[in-house]
């Protein structure tokens, strides 16, 4: 079995009190098929770059065992490209520039291998096109979604038609208080099961995570970090954690999907350690399994 | 063995979405003793008030078991009182007017069979007061301190001195950040710790606290309610059960320190389900271990 991913692929430039990277791989399906591939071998990336994405970075995702079948390269096309500086706030970056470039036409097409893919996460991107995907998928067992402001403010009914399909929503806080409309979490988490997801997880950085379904809550924890260099890549890096466990278990009890959320915070604690993928380049399983032991011992009362 | 708590008593009036009281009865020593006399039976209470304070208060306190011997009642006098404003913001109230009356003279003096008080809590009062306890105070087995934003800005010598001689600092996450000018909550909390306490309870509200020695981390999960009628006293009412349960056990343990800081938000968690002491007014010890039981199974992974 697999986990299709479809998002984003860039090229960032990003600043933080921590230094700075020009150029860096980046991109939602990167850092979700990256922290995946720790747990599951069979990942399987949709996304578009241009003939400028350089070979190392088509090299790094093979060596993690990442299928490229369908990231498709346009040819005398530029890779989408993005510039953050979170040198005031590390909670949210202020966006220098944002090239879209191929990716401002992106319209996923799943290869015909990738149709009857078990586990599908369905990355930050437009909600018509997490649509397109979802007519495209013959068999989902599962299906994972992300979301951001610019959608909830922008395409509402087609986001709304996406939830209504799909099995997890995992959102940021502030996300969850637009959709919603309620400032209270946890009424905020109980409403987005009323739009059709049977589960939400709504990420609080530094604070944890809640995962809510009709009957049952989960206050997860973060790890108690002591320093962020870069948080670029963290919400996908969770979602990667958080299904690559999913699918490596293949259920989706309670007790599992709260073990799921835990390795995520755990992948994404790491992640946010240096810039771009760099953690997670040096990362291996051991040391995941490490923290994960380390969260466990804070948590317990 | 007893616990003293050293601290305002007032009356309130409150206004939040729910609704408001006018003459309610608040005070830091007030929530501590009520929230801690769920735990144990001896409490010692030394606060001040004016004629004006009601007979039916006293009698609610001495029916919980609080001691008000060091209740010092100033003929002619007027109670401190304090109107807050919470409708635009449950985390911060807008004072709507402080009238210190007799708690603007207020010298804590400890009756003779006080000063061999084993657990002693300084509510958050003026800093140089704190000093004056402890300066009375002969055999104290554990002290365990809170403060606020005004007196890290104005008194902050005098809180440095507190500081050092104080086993545990319990104080929200605005006021860590300030205190050590930390904005990562861990590395705040370490820097406290450099001050002189044992250990520090950093609280975040809705997303439950931190407690930290030089050697433990514990990521404490909050009580996860849906909705908050008025937040006067939570912190008060936390630091309450967290003493109460620690001096009921009798021992200080890293397992019974967790266990106490639960039972905190537990208690905290009750008490801002209504104005004022009125939800406490009718808590029972078995709805406390109810939620005690929920959250350690909302937590566990």
């Known amino acids: 079995m697999s986990i299709l991913v479809v998002g984003s692929v860039g090229l960032d430039d990003v600043k933080t009190h ?8 980046g991109g939602s399906a990167i850092y979700f098929s990256t922290a995946a591939s720790f747990f599951y071998d069979s990942i ?31 040819q005398d096309g530029k890779t989408f490209r993005w510039g953050g500086d979170y040198t005031s706030d590390l909670n ?24 009857d893919t078990p586990y599908v996460f369905l990355a930050n991107i437009n909600p018509e096109l997490q649509l397109n995907v979802l007519r495209q998928a013959t068999t ?25 399909e799909v099995d997890i929503l995992i959102l940021n806080d502030g996300e969850a208080r637009l959709l919603t409309g309620e400032s209270n979490l946890i009424r905020a988490g109980k409403q987005i099961l009323t739009y059709g997801p049977d589960r939400v997880v709504i990420k609080k950085g530094e604070h944890g995570a809640i995962s809510l379904t009709d009957s049952t809550v989960f206050t997860a924890p ?6 962020v260099s ?3 890549g963290a919400g996908d890096s969770f979602a990667g954690g958080f299904l ?7 259920e989706t009890s309670e007790a ?36 994960y032991h380390q969260l466990y011992e804070a948590a317990l009362f």
Chains 1, 2 share one sequence.
Not at 95 to 113: I, M, Q, R, S, W
Not at 222 to 227: H, Q, T
């Open 18 to 25: 921590a230094g700075k990277v020009e150029n860096a791989l």
């Open 44 to 74: 399987r990336l949709v996304a578009v770059v241009g003939d400028d994405f350089p070979q190392e970075h088509l090299d790094f995702l093979e060596v993690r065992g990442i299928g490229l079948e369908g990231l498709e390269q346009i």
């Open 92 to 115: 949210a970056a202020t966006t220098l520039f944002t090239d879209l470039n191929v990716y401002g036409d992106f319209n996923p097409k799943l290869p015909e291998a990738y149709k």
């Open 140 to 164: 989902p067992k599962l299906i994972v979604c992300d979301t951001m402001n610019l959608w909830i403010n922008n395409s509402l009914d087609a986001l709304m038609q996406t939830l209504s």
């Open 222 to 227: 973060a790890y108690p970090l002591e320093s």
């Open 230 to 232: 870069d948080p670029t």
């Open 244 to 250: 690559g466990y999913l699918a490596s278990v293949g």
């Open 256 to 291: 599992t999907v709260r073990k799921a959320v835990i390795y995520g915070a755990v992948v994404a604690s790491f992640n946010v350690e240096d810039f771009s993928l760099n953690r997670q380049r040096r990362l291996t399983r051991s040391e995941i399994e490490d923290r």
